[in-house]
């Protein structure tokens, strides 16, 4: 964790502002993606539920990052500019986390499909908006290369909500999926015709107890899958008050780094010229699009291939498939802070692409045969994946300010690549298993291409001083 003596140039009520934000946003981060992941392993229930197929339930993940897209540019275009004082941003953060947390109460309870699409999308919305809050507000408070390790920490902490989430859904998840992957493919046929036959078996026994095991159990009154959303959004609901406690307190001080008086001892930005910066700001984008899209397809995907593909696991062996890939995540991100501080952004990436290449060639040719190759090839592909996003924004912190509207930039790459990457690794998923692996290794071959374009764009750049 990156230590407080990265802030020893602040003053005294600077460091109690900065040391309470980091421990809320952390809180908050936790809860961010703890709602991301539990929605992967439930979703082939949600689908269930709902009488529809892998590929319009993973309409979830386009709609929902529809909402990131739109939350992170409305962001970036108002944070800085119309929320100046630091009572005005966490107040803004507090009821964006608020409504983070009730989406995902209502979540489980939606009756059809268009009010779930709906009730994703707000709850994407405010996470779209709150990542790209704190993003912003640490680079704002810290500089671009002080903040460097808090950036990685908060993908750290985000990456760690991913690992909670996998072990929240354990508890509840159903026994049963050979009718819920029945209707991955054929669209609730199966399960009318078992509605159909246990009704006949009703009507002919209806002075007899019928001993039948839902496919969904009830707990305490509700589905059992509901409570891992209910759980996760009551966090989410009362990390959002700490958030306006804070903007109470009067005697801490937000840091400033960008305004006309820096004190703060740091790099300048590195010189490229304005047709370089086109470029790398090009491919940056490309890259991030690449990298959203791989990060979904194991979060959408990686249950329902371990239950309904090639190895046909049982639901709990099967989720943890997504236990793995995020404990890969979590430890990569722990790894990233670490490495953020002695190994440039451009190293970093370099190491990341060639080791996430080796992951996907294991995935494709052992992944179908052992569960094992499966479970340790997706925590290769989380733990290298998960230095991407952090790694990036830094390296483009080098080149230009990236405080104000050009901070949508890296999350319209991983919105775009977040929302239409589910729906087509499903549509693949129904026509062969194997080919959502095929497509993370195309992503992963196009990122290799992306990654060594941006080095040779910056090779050679030099730093100038800071006026």
Known sequence: MPTIKCLSVLTAAEIWWAGSYLCLAWLAQ??????????????????????????????????????????????????????????????????????????????????????????????????????????????????????????????????????????????????????????????????????????????????????????????HGVQSIAWPFIISGVWCVLISVGFFALSRVKTFSMPKFYNEDIKHKDIGFEKLSSVKKNIFLFLIVIFFTLSGGIIRVFQSMSMTFALCGPLQLDSHRAALTDSFYSSGMCFGRLMSIWLATVILPSSLLIICMISCLLGTILLIFLAPLYHTSLYVGVAIMGFFVSWQFGTGFSWTSQYMNITGKLSSIFFIGLGVGSLSSPPLAGWLFILSPMNIIYAVAVMVLIQVVTVGAMWVVTRGVQCCTRK
């Open 30 to 219: 936790l809860g961010n993606g703890a709602i991301q992941t539990i929605t992967g392993p439930m979703q082939p229930y949600l689908a269930y539920n709902l009488g529809t197929d892998t590929q319009t339930i993973n309409l979830v993940w386009t709609l929902g990052f529809s909402g990131f897209l739109i939350g992170s540019l409305f962001t970036s275009y108002v944070f800085t500019k119309y929320l100046t004082s630091s009572n005005k941003k966490l107040i803004f953060m507090s009821l964006v986390l608020l409504l983070t947390g009730v989406s995902t109460l209502l979540m489980p309870f939606m009756p059809n499909l268009p009010m779930l699409l709906v009730c994703r999308f707000f709850q994407f919305l405010s996470y779209g908006i709150f990542i790209t809050s704190d993003s912003i507000l640490l680079v704002f408070t810290l500089g671009p290369e002080k903040s460097r390790p808090f950036i990685n920490a908060l993908h750290f902490f985000i990456s760690i909500g991913f690992l909670l989430g996998t072990f929240l859904v354990q508890p509840f998840l159903p026994a049963s999926s050979d009718k819920v992957c029945s209707s991955q493919t054929q669209v609730y046929k199966d399960t009318k015709e078992f509605n159909i036959t246990n009704t006949q078996s009703e009507e002919e026994e209806d002075t007899d107890m019928v001993d039948y095991d839902p496919v969904i159990p009830i707990l």
